[in-house]
């Protein structure tokens, strides 16, 4: 028998501003799954890795992962690019959530593996509604394991 787990979502974001954004309208949007919020690239890969302040801590599973672009240290496209290379996180679910829109960006970060491709939008009333419509998807997305369990929705 499969069972659900619940889904911790992992939000790679160095805007203090943006992170509280987006996790209060993921919480009035319902949303009661733990969030876990890093401002910097390196921050995001020692966390999925148990590494530097976070050694020895096993991260949770299921993850999904929302990812900026423009972080300090290692950029969102670095932190995707060495996810997907590496078989302990290649499988999580990886989703940009940036204020860049270039097409050539967004088929950047297809090609390096991501899930989806969001644009923050700049107007603070749509900003809310694209988390909102977010937190929706999110809540009929389910996550297969190699070992049968059904990784976790919002």
Do not use: W
């Amino acid at each position: 028998m499969t069972k659900i787990q619940e889904l911790t979502i992992l939000l790679v974001e160095d805007d203090r501003g943006h992170a509280r954004l987006i996790e209060k309208n993921l919480r009035r949007a319902d949303v009661t799954n733990n969030i876990i919020i890093v401002n910097d690239g390196q921050q995001a890969l020692d966390y999925l890795h148990g590494e530097g302040k976070y050694d020895g801590i096993e991260p949770p599973k299921p993850l999904l992962v929302l990812l900026d672009l423009n972080l300090p240290v290692l950029d969102g496209y670095q932190v995707l690019e060495r996810m997907k290379a590496d078989v302990r996180t290649q499988r999580i679910p990886v989703i940009i959530l940036t204020t860049t829109d270039s097409i050539r960006e967004v088929s950047r970060c297809y090609n390096l593996g991501c899930s989806l491709y969001m644009t923050k939008p700049v107007d603070y009333k749509q900003f809310s509604g694209a988390i909102h419509k977010l937190a929706s998807f999110l809540s009929f997305v389910t996550i297969p394991d190699g070992e049968g369990v059904l990784y976790g929705q919002v």
